[in-house]
């Protein structure tokens, strides 16, 4: 089993910064690729970022360019450094750790095994 836990969410105004930060503890030695989704009420949840560990990071497009996602392996640790943050960012962030390494997009719930339970990112206008 694979314990996550997010952290760092919180208010900041349009335009302000926060840095996610996620921890992942337990059978951590078969994580191959962590990754950022992001839900709002009554939607389905939506991949942000994501990064194989060793491999390059990918973003959704209505990230890309303010979102950077950057993992430490050895640390079984996962950030995403949030700039420029607008109200539509406003919601609940979910870090999730994929343990197969079986070929994938990463952008896909079904691709990863262990789930936190979210943090709240509020971005006032």
């Known amino acids: 089993q694979v314990q996550v836990v997010e952290s760092g969410g919180g208010l900041v105004q349009r335009g302000g910064s926060l840095r996610l930060s996620c921890a992942a503890s337990g059978r951590t030695f078969s994580n191959v690729a962590m990754g950022w989704f992001r839900q709002a009420p009554g939607k389905e949840r939506e991949f942000v970022a994501a990064i194989w560990f060793g491999g390059s990071p990918i973003y959704a497009e209505s990230v890309k360019g303010r979102f950077t996602v950057s993992g430490d392996n050895q640390e079984n640790m996962l950030y995403l450094q949030m700039n420029s943050l607008k109200p539509e960012d406003s919601t609940v962030y979910y870090c999730?750790?994929?343990?197969?390494?079986?070929?994938?997009?990463?952008?896909?719930?079904?691709?990863?095994?262990?789930w936190g339970l979210g943090t709240q990112v509020t971005v006032s206008a």
């Open positions: 999730a750790v994929r343990t197969s390494g079986l070929p994938a997009t990463l952008q896909l719930v079904l691709d990863y095994q262990y």
